[in-house]
């Protein structure tokens, strides 16, 4: 599933071609992905402005008081094309404006795209209570040793939740415990100060690093471009179980944590009471 790295480079691709660009024609072909999708009239002759994203979402003001809300899911991403290219079989939603056409493909079905009403927007159930984003100054070392007392669950699923800091999935998440040297399975409670503040540097400079690179690309995802990201290339140790660690050469280990695979050094990342 694409994450925030994924999504944030998905939203650099289309924010300058959509961006207080009329959209000229809209064609919605499927009448459902995750959920309903919306009539092609609540696209086709308005303006979308102020795209960013919260979480792994993608949203977008339109000019008639709603919102654009959208989400890759497991396998959906936004093509950059022309009017002239021919629709492939999943390429569910279109969008042309007067030099452009952005598709949404999806072979999953797993994403979703909503128009909402703006003024209500952030209380949305899929929107509230999601934690800061990572890269601001909310998401501090301080917030983070508050935010963690009382839960005794491992780490890697705490920062996973998405209440506690957003878009933080379980790829990036393995890499940021490696780099702060903290095992994926110590209680979150049991977080020193000094190691919030080393997973707060580290979950920052893995996402940087991450966008930088255009993200991963391991199964589905790809630019808008159809360009391939290249941060797995840099792993330190998602994937690379039995392989040496790249810092001290010990064979790396793998448990699920969370439902998910996760990886990490045993030397490391001595699993500590912090």
Not at 5 to 25: D, F, K, M, S, Y
Not at 213 to 238: C, E, I, N, R
Request: proline share 9%; aromatic share 6%; net charge positive.
């Amino acid at each position: 599933m694409p994450e925030l790295p994924e999504v944030e480079t998905t939203l650099q691709g289309i924010r300058p071609v959509l961006e207080g660009q009329p959209i000229l024609h809209a064609l919605v072909r499927v009448p459902t992905l995750r959920l309903p999708t919306p009539a092609a009239s609540a696209l086709q002759g308005h303006t979308f402005t102020n795209f960013r994203r919260r979480n792994k979402y993608i949203l977008a003001e339109s000019d008639n008081g709603t919102s654009l809300l959208l989400h890759l899911g497991m396998s959906g991403r936004l093509t950059l094309t022309t009017p002239h290219s021919p629709l492939l079989k999943h390429d569910h939603i279109l969008l042309r404006t007067a030099q452009h056409e952005v598709r949404f493909h999806d072979p999953r079905r797993f994403g979703l795209v909503l128009i909402l009403p703006t003024p209500t927007l952030a209380q949305h159930p899929l929107l509230a209570g999601i934690g800061p984003e990572p890269l601001t100054p909310a998401f501090s070392a301080t917030y983070l040793r508050q935010a963690l007392q009382g839960k005794s669950i491992p780490i890697k699923a705490a920062i996973m939740s998405g209440k506690l800091v957003a878009g933080v999935g379980n790829i990036y998440a393995s890499e940021s415990l490696f780099t702060a040297r903290i095992h994926p399975l110590q209680p979150a409670q049991t977080l020193t100060a000094v190691q919030c503040k080393a997973l707060v540097a580290a979950i920052r400079t893995t996402l940087t690093a991450a966008i930088a690179a255009g993200g991963s690309t391991l199964k589905d995802f790809s630019h808008t471009t159809g360009q391939l990201g290249y941060f797995q290339h840099q792993f330190a140790v998602y994937g690379r179980k039995g392989q040496p660690c790249p810092t001290c050469t010990t064979p790396l280990t793998t448990q699920v944590v969370a439902q998910r695979s996760t990886f990490w050094c045993p030397a490391c990342q001595p699993l500590t009471n912090g």
